[in-house]
């Protein structure tokens, strides 16, 4: 799901921890150009640059197709190595390894960054102006450090999760409003009609699989509108969507979007007649704090609520 935000600028000491991680491949690598990316669905971006002394045409910022990317030949399903030790014999890169020659890069050493559950992160890789063979333990050292980077990235992205539906919990909130309240956006605030009767009829397990089940009706509805947005879970059957720079047309469509999938159920939930009410607030540059847009958007679900459900109101 596309963003607002880029997760990592959120964790702890993440900028430290990826200069370190560099450093330490630098100390296997000491002639190699060093630098940590990260993948969106079509970009590569450099995060972080190692300090070198090669004339190499990489910086630190920089964004690159993924069309354009050597890294993209890396075989993220096995999670191994790529290695290209002379790119001007590898006729079967085409037009990247133009690329890469005016980048100043003849040698290429990209190891994937993956988590657990099969999610791509990004790269360390090692690149250097002249051919050269790269060696199997110096290999391995950097697979290490990119799996204990790994390890890092899942324990930072895990305190901002909500366990169960794998949405932003409420602690990630706080922070993303912390930076975020200056720029213009609009806030659903959504509570499941029906829902306690599930859990009371059909037991705890029928309503956690229920709440997984909503999380990502909710994420499709923000994917396939291509906006910029994030979902939140504020606990039980609450829950944030975060939308940025949207007008008032497009706002109603996401509610309506929302409102017809969350009340069609074609299982064992039918007859429930689970349904959404949602309350909706729109910020602007002024700075409001979040207890103030969430009481905003709570009046306006309550107002949904009272109404009728299964509809959604302004504030």
């Known amino acids: 799901m596309k963003k607002i935000l880029k997760e990592y600028q959120f964790y702890d000491s993440f900028n430290e921890l990826a200069i370190d991680i560099l450093a330490l491949a630098k100390e296997i690598l000491p002639e190699g150009f060093l630098f940590l990316s990260a993948f969106t669905d079509k970009e590569q971006h450099i995060l972080k640059v190692a300090e070198n002394k090669e004339e190499i045409h990489i910086n630190e910022g920089a964004i690159i197709p993924l069309q354009s990317a050597i890294c993209t030949r890396i075989n993220f399903t096995e999670g191994k190595a790529l290695v290209y030790e002379d790119i001007s014999k590898e006729e079967s890169l085409g037009d990247i390894k133009n690329t890469y020659q005016s980048t100043n890069v003849n040698a290429y050493l990209g190891v994937p960054v993956i988590l657990r559950n099969g ?18 333990n110096s290999i ?46 609009t806030i659903f605030f959504m509570d499941l009609d029906g829902f306690k009767k599930i859990n009371d009829q059909l037991g705890h397990e029928a309503g956690d699989f229920v709440l997984k089940e909503v999380s990502l009706r909710i994420e499709n509805v923000i994917q396939q509108s291509t906006l910029n947005g994030a979902v939140f879970r504020l606990g039980g059957d609450e829950f944030i969507v975060n939308l940025s720079n949207i007008n008032k047309e497009t706002v109603e469509d996401i ?29 602007s540059r002024e ?5 103030d847009l969430l009481k905003k958007a709570d009046n306006a679900l309550y107002r949904a609520k009272a109404s009728g459900k299964n509809t959604y109101r302004y504030f």
């Open 119 to 136: 999610e791509v992160f990004g790269t360390i890789c090692a690149v250097q102006e002249s051919a050269t063979t790269f060696n199997s």
């Open 287 to 291: 700075k409001q704090s979040l207890d």
């Open 255 to 283: 509610a309506n979007a929302l409102i017809r999938n969350l009340s069609s159920w074609d299982f064992h939930i039918k007859d429930f007649r689970l349904s959404v009410s949602i309350g909706i607030v729109t910020y």
């Open 140 to 185: 391995k050292l950097i697979e290490k450090l990119a799996k204990m980077f790994s390890y890092y990235l899942e324990l930072e992205s895990m305190a901002y999760r909500d366990h169960l539906t794998g949405c932003y919990n409420r602690y990630f909130l706080e922070r993303f409003f912390n930076q975020y309240t200056k720029k213009e956006g």
